[in-house]
């Protein structure tokens, strides 16, 4: 569900809100550091998304969205 995509993708934003500065090999696309910053921040997203009740019955949307984003990330190294 695209309103949902939308919400899935502030609770990863805000993953990155509450991460620490990046490191410069953590902001070069296709990089292991980038990947490991980008699941972090879903993990992040998840943790947070889960104290919203109302949104249980949604997570499996949850996850084949993150599984989507997830499979985007390129590591060229």
């Known amino acids: 569900m695209v309103q949902l995509d939308i919400l899935w ?3 990863h934003e ?3 809100l509450i ?3 990046p490191l ?3 902001l070069k696309e296709g990089t292991m ?6 699941t972090d921040a879903w993990h992040k997203a998840e943790t947070k998304a889960s104290e919203f009740d ?7 949307e949850f996850k084949r969205y993150r599984a ?9 190294e």
Do not use: M, T, V, W
Request: glycine share 2%.
């Open 33 to 38: 550091a980038k990947y490991l910053r980008e």
């Open 24 to 26: 410069d090999e953590e």
């Open 14 to 16: 805000y993953g990155h």
């Open 54 to 60: 109302i949104l249980n019955p949604h997570f499996d």
């Open 68 to 76: 989507a984003c997830q499979a985007s990330y390129r590591i060229d």
């Open 19 to 21: 991460q620490r500065r």
């Open 9 to 11: 993708s502030i609770f």
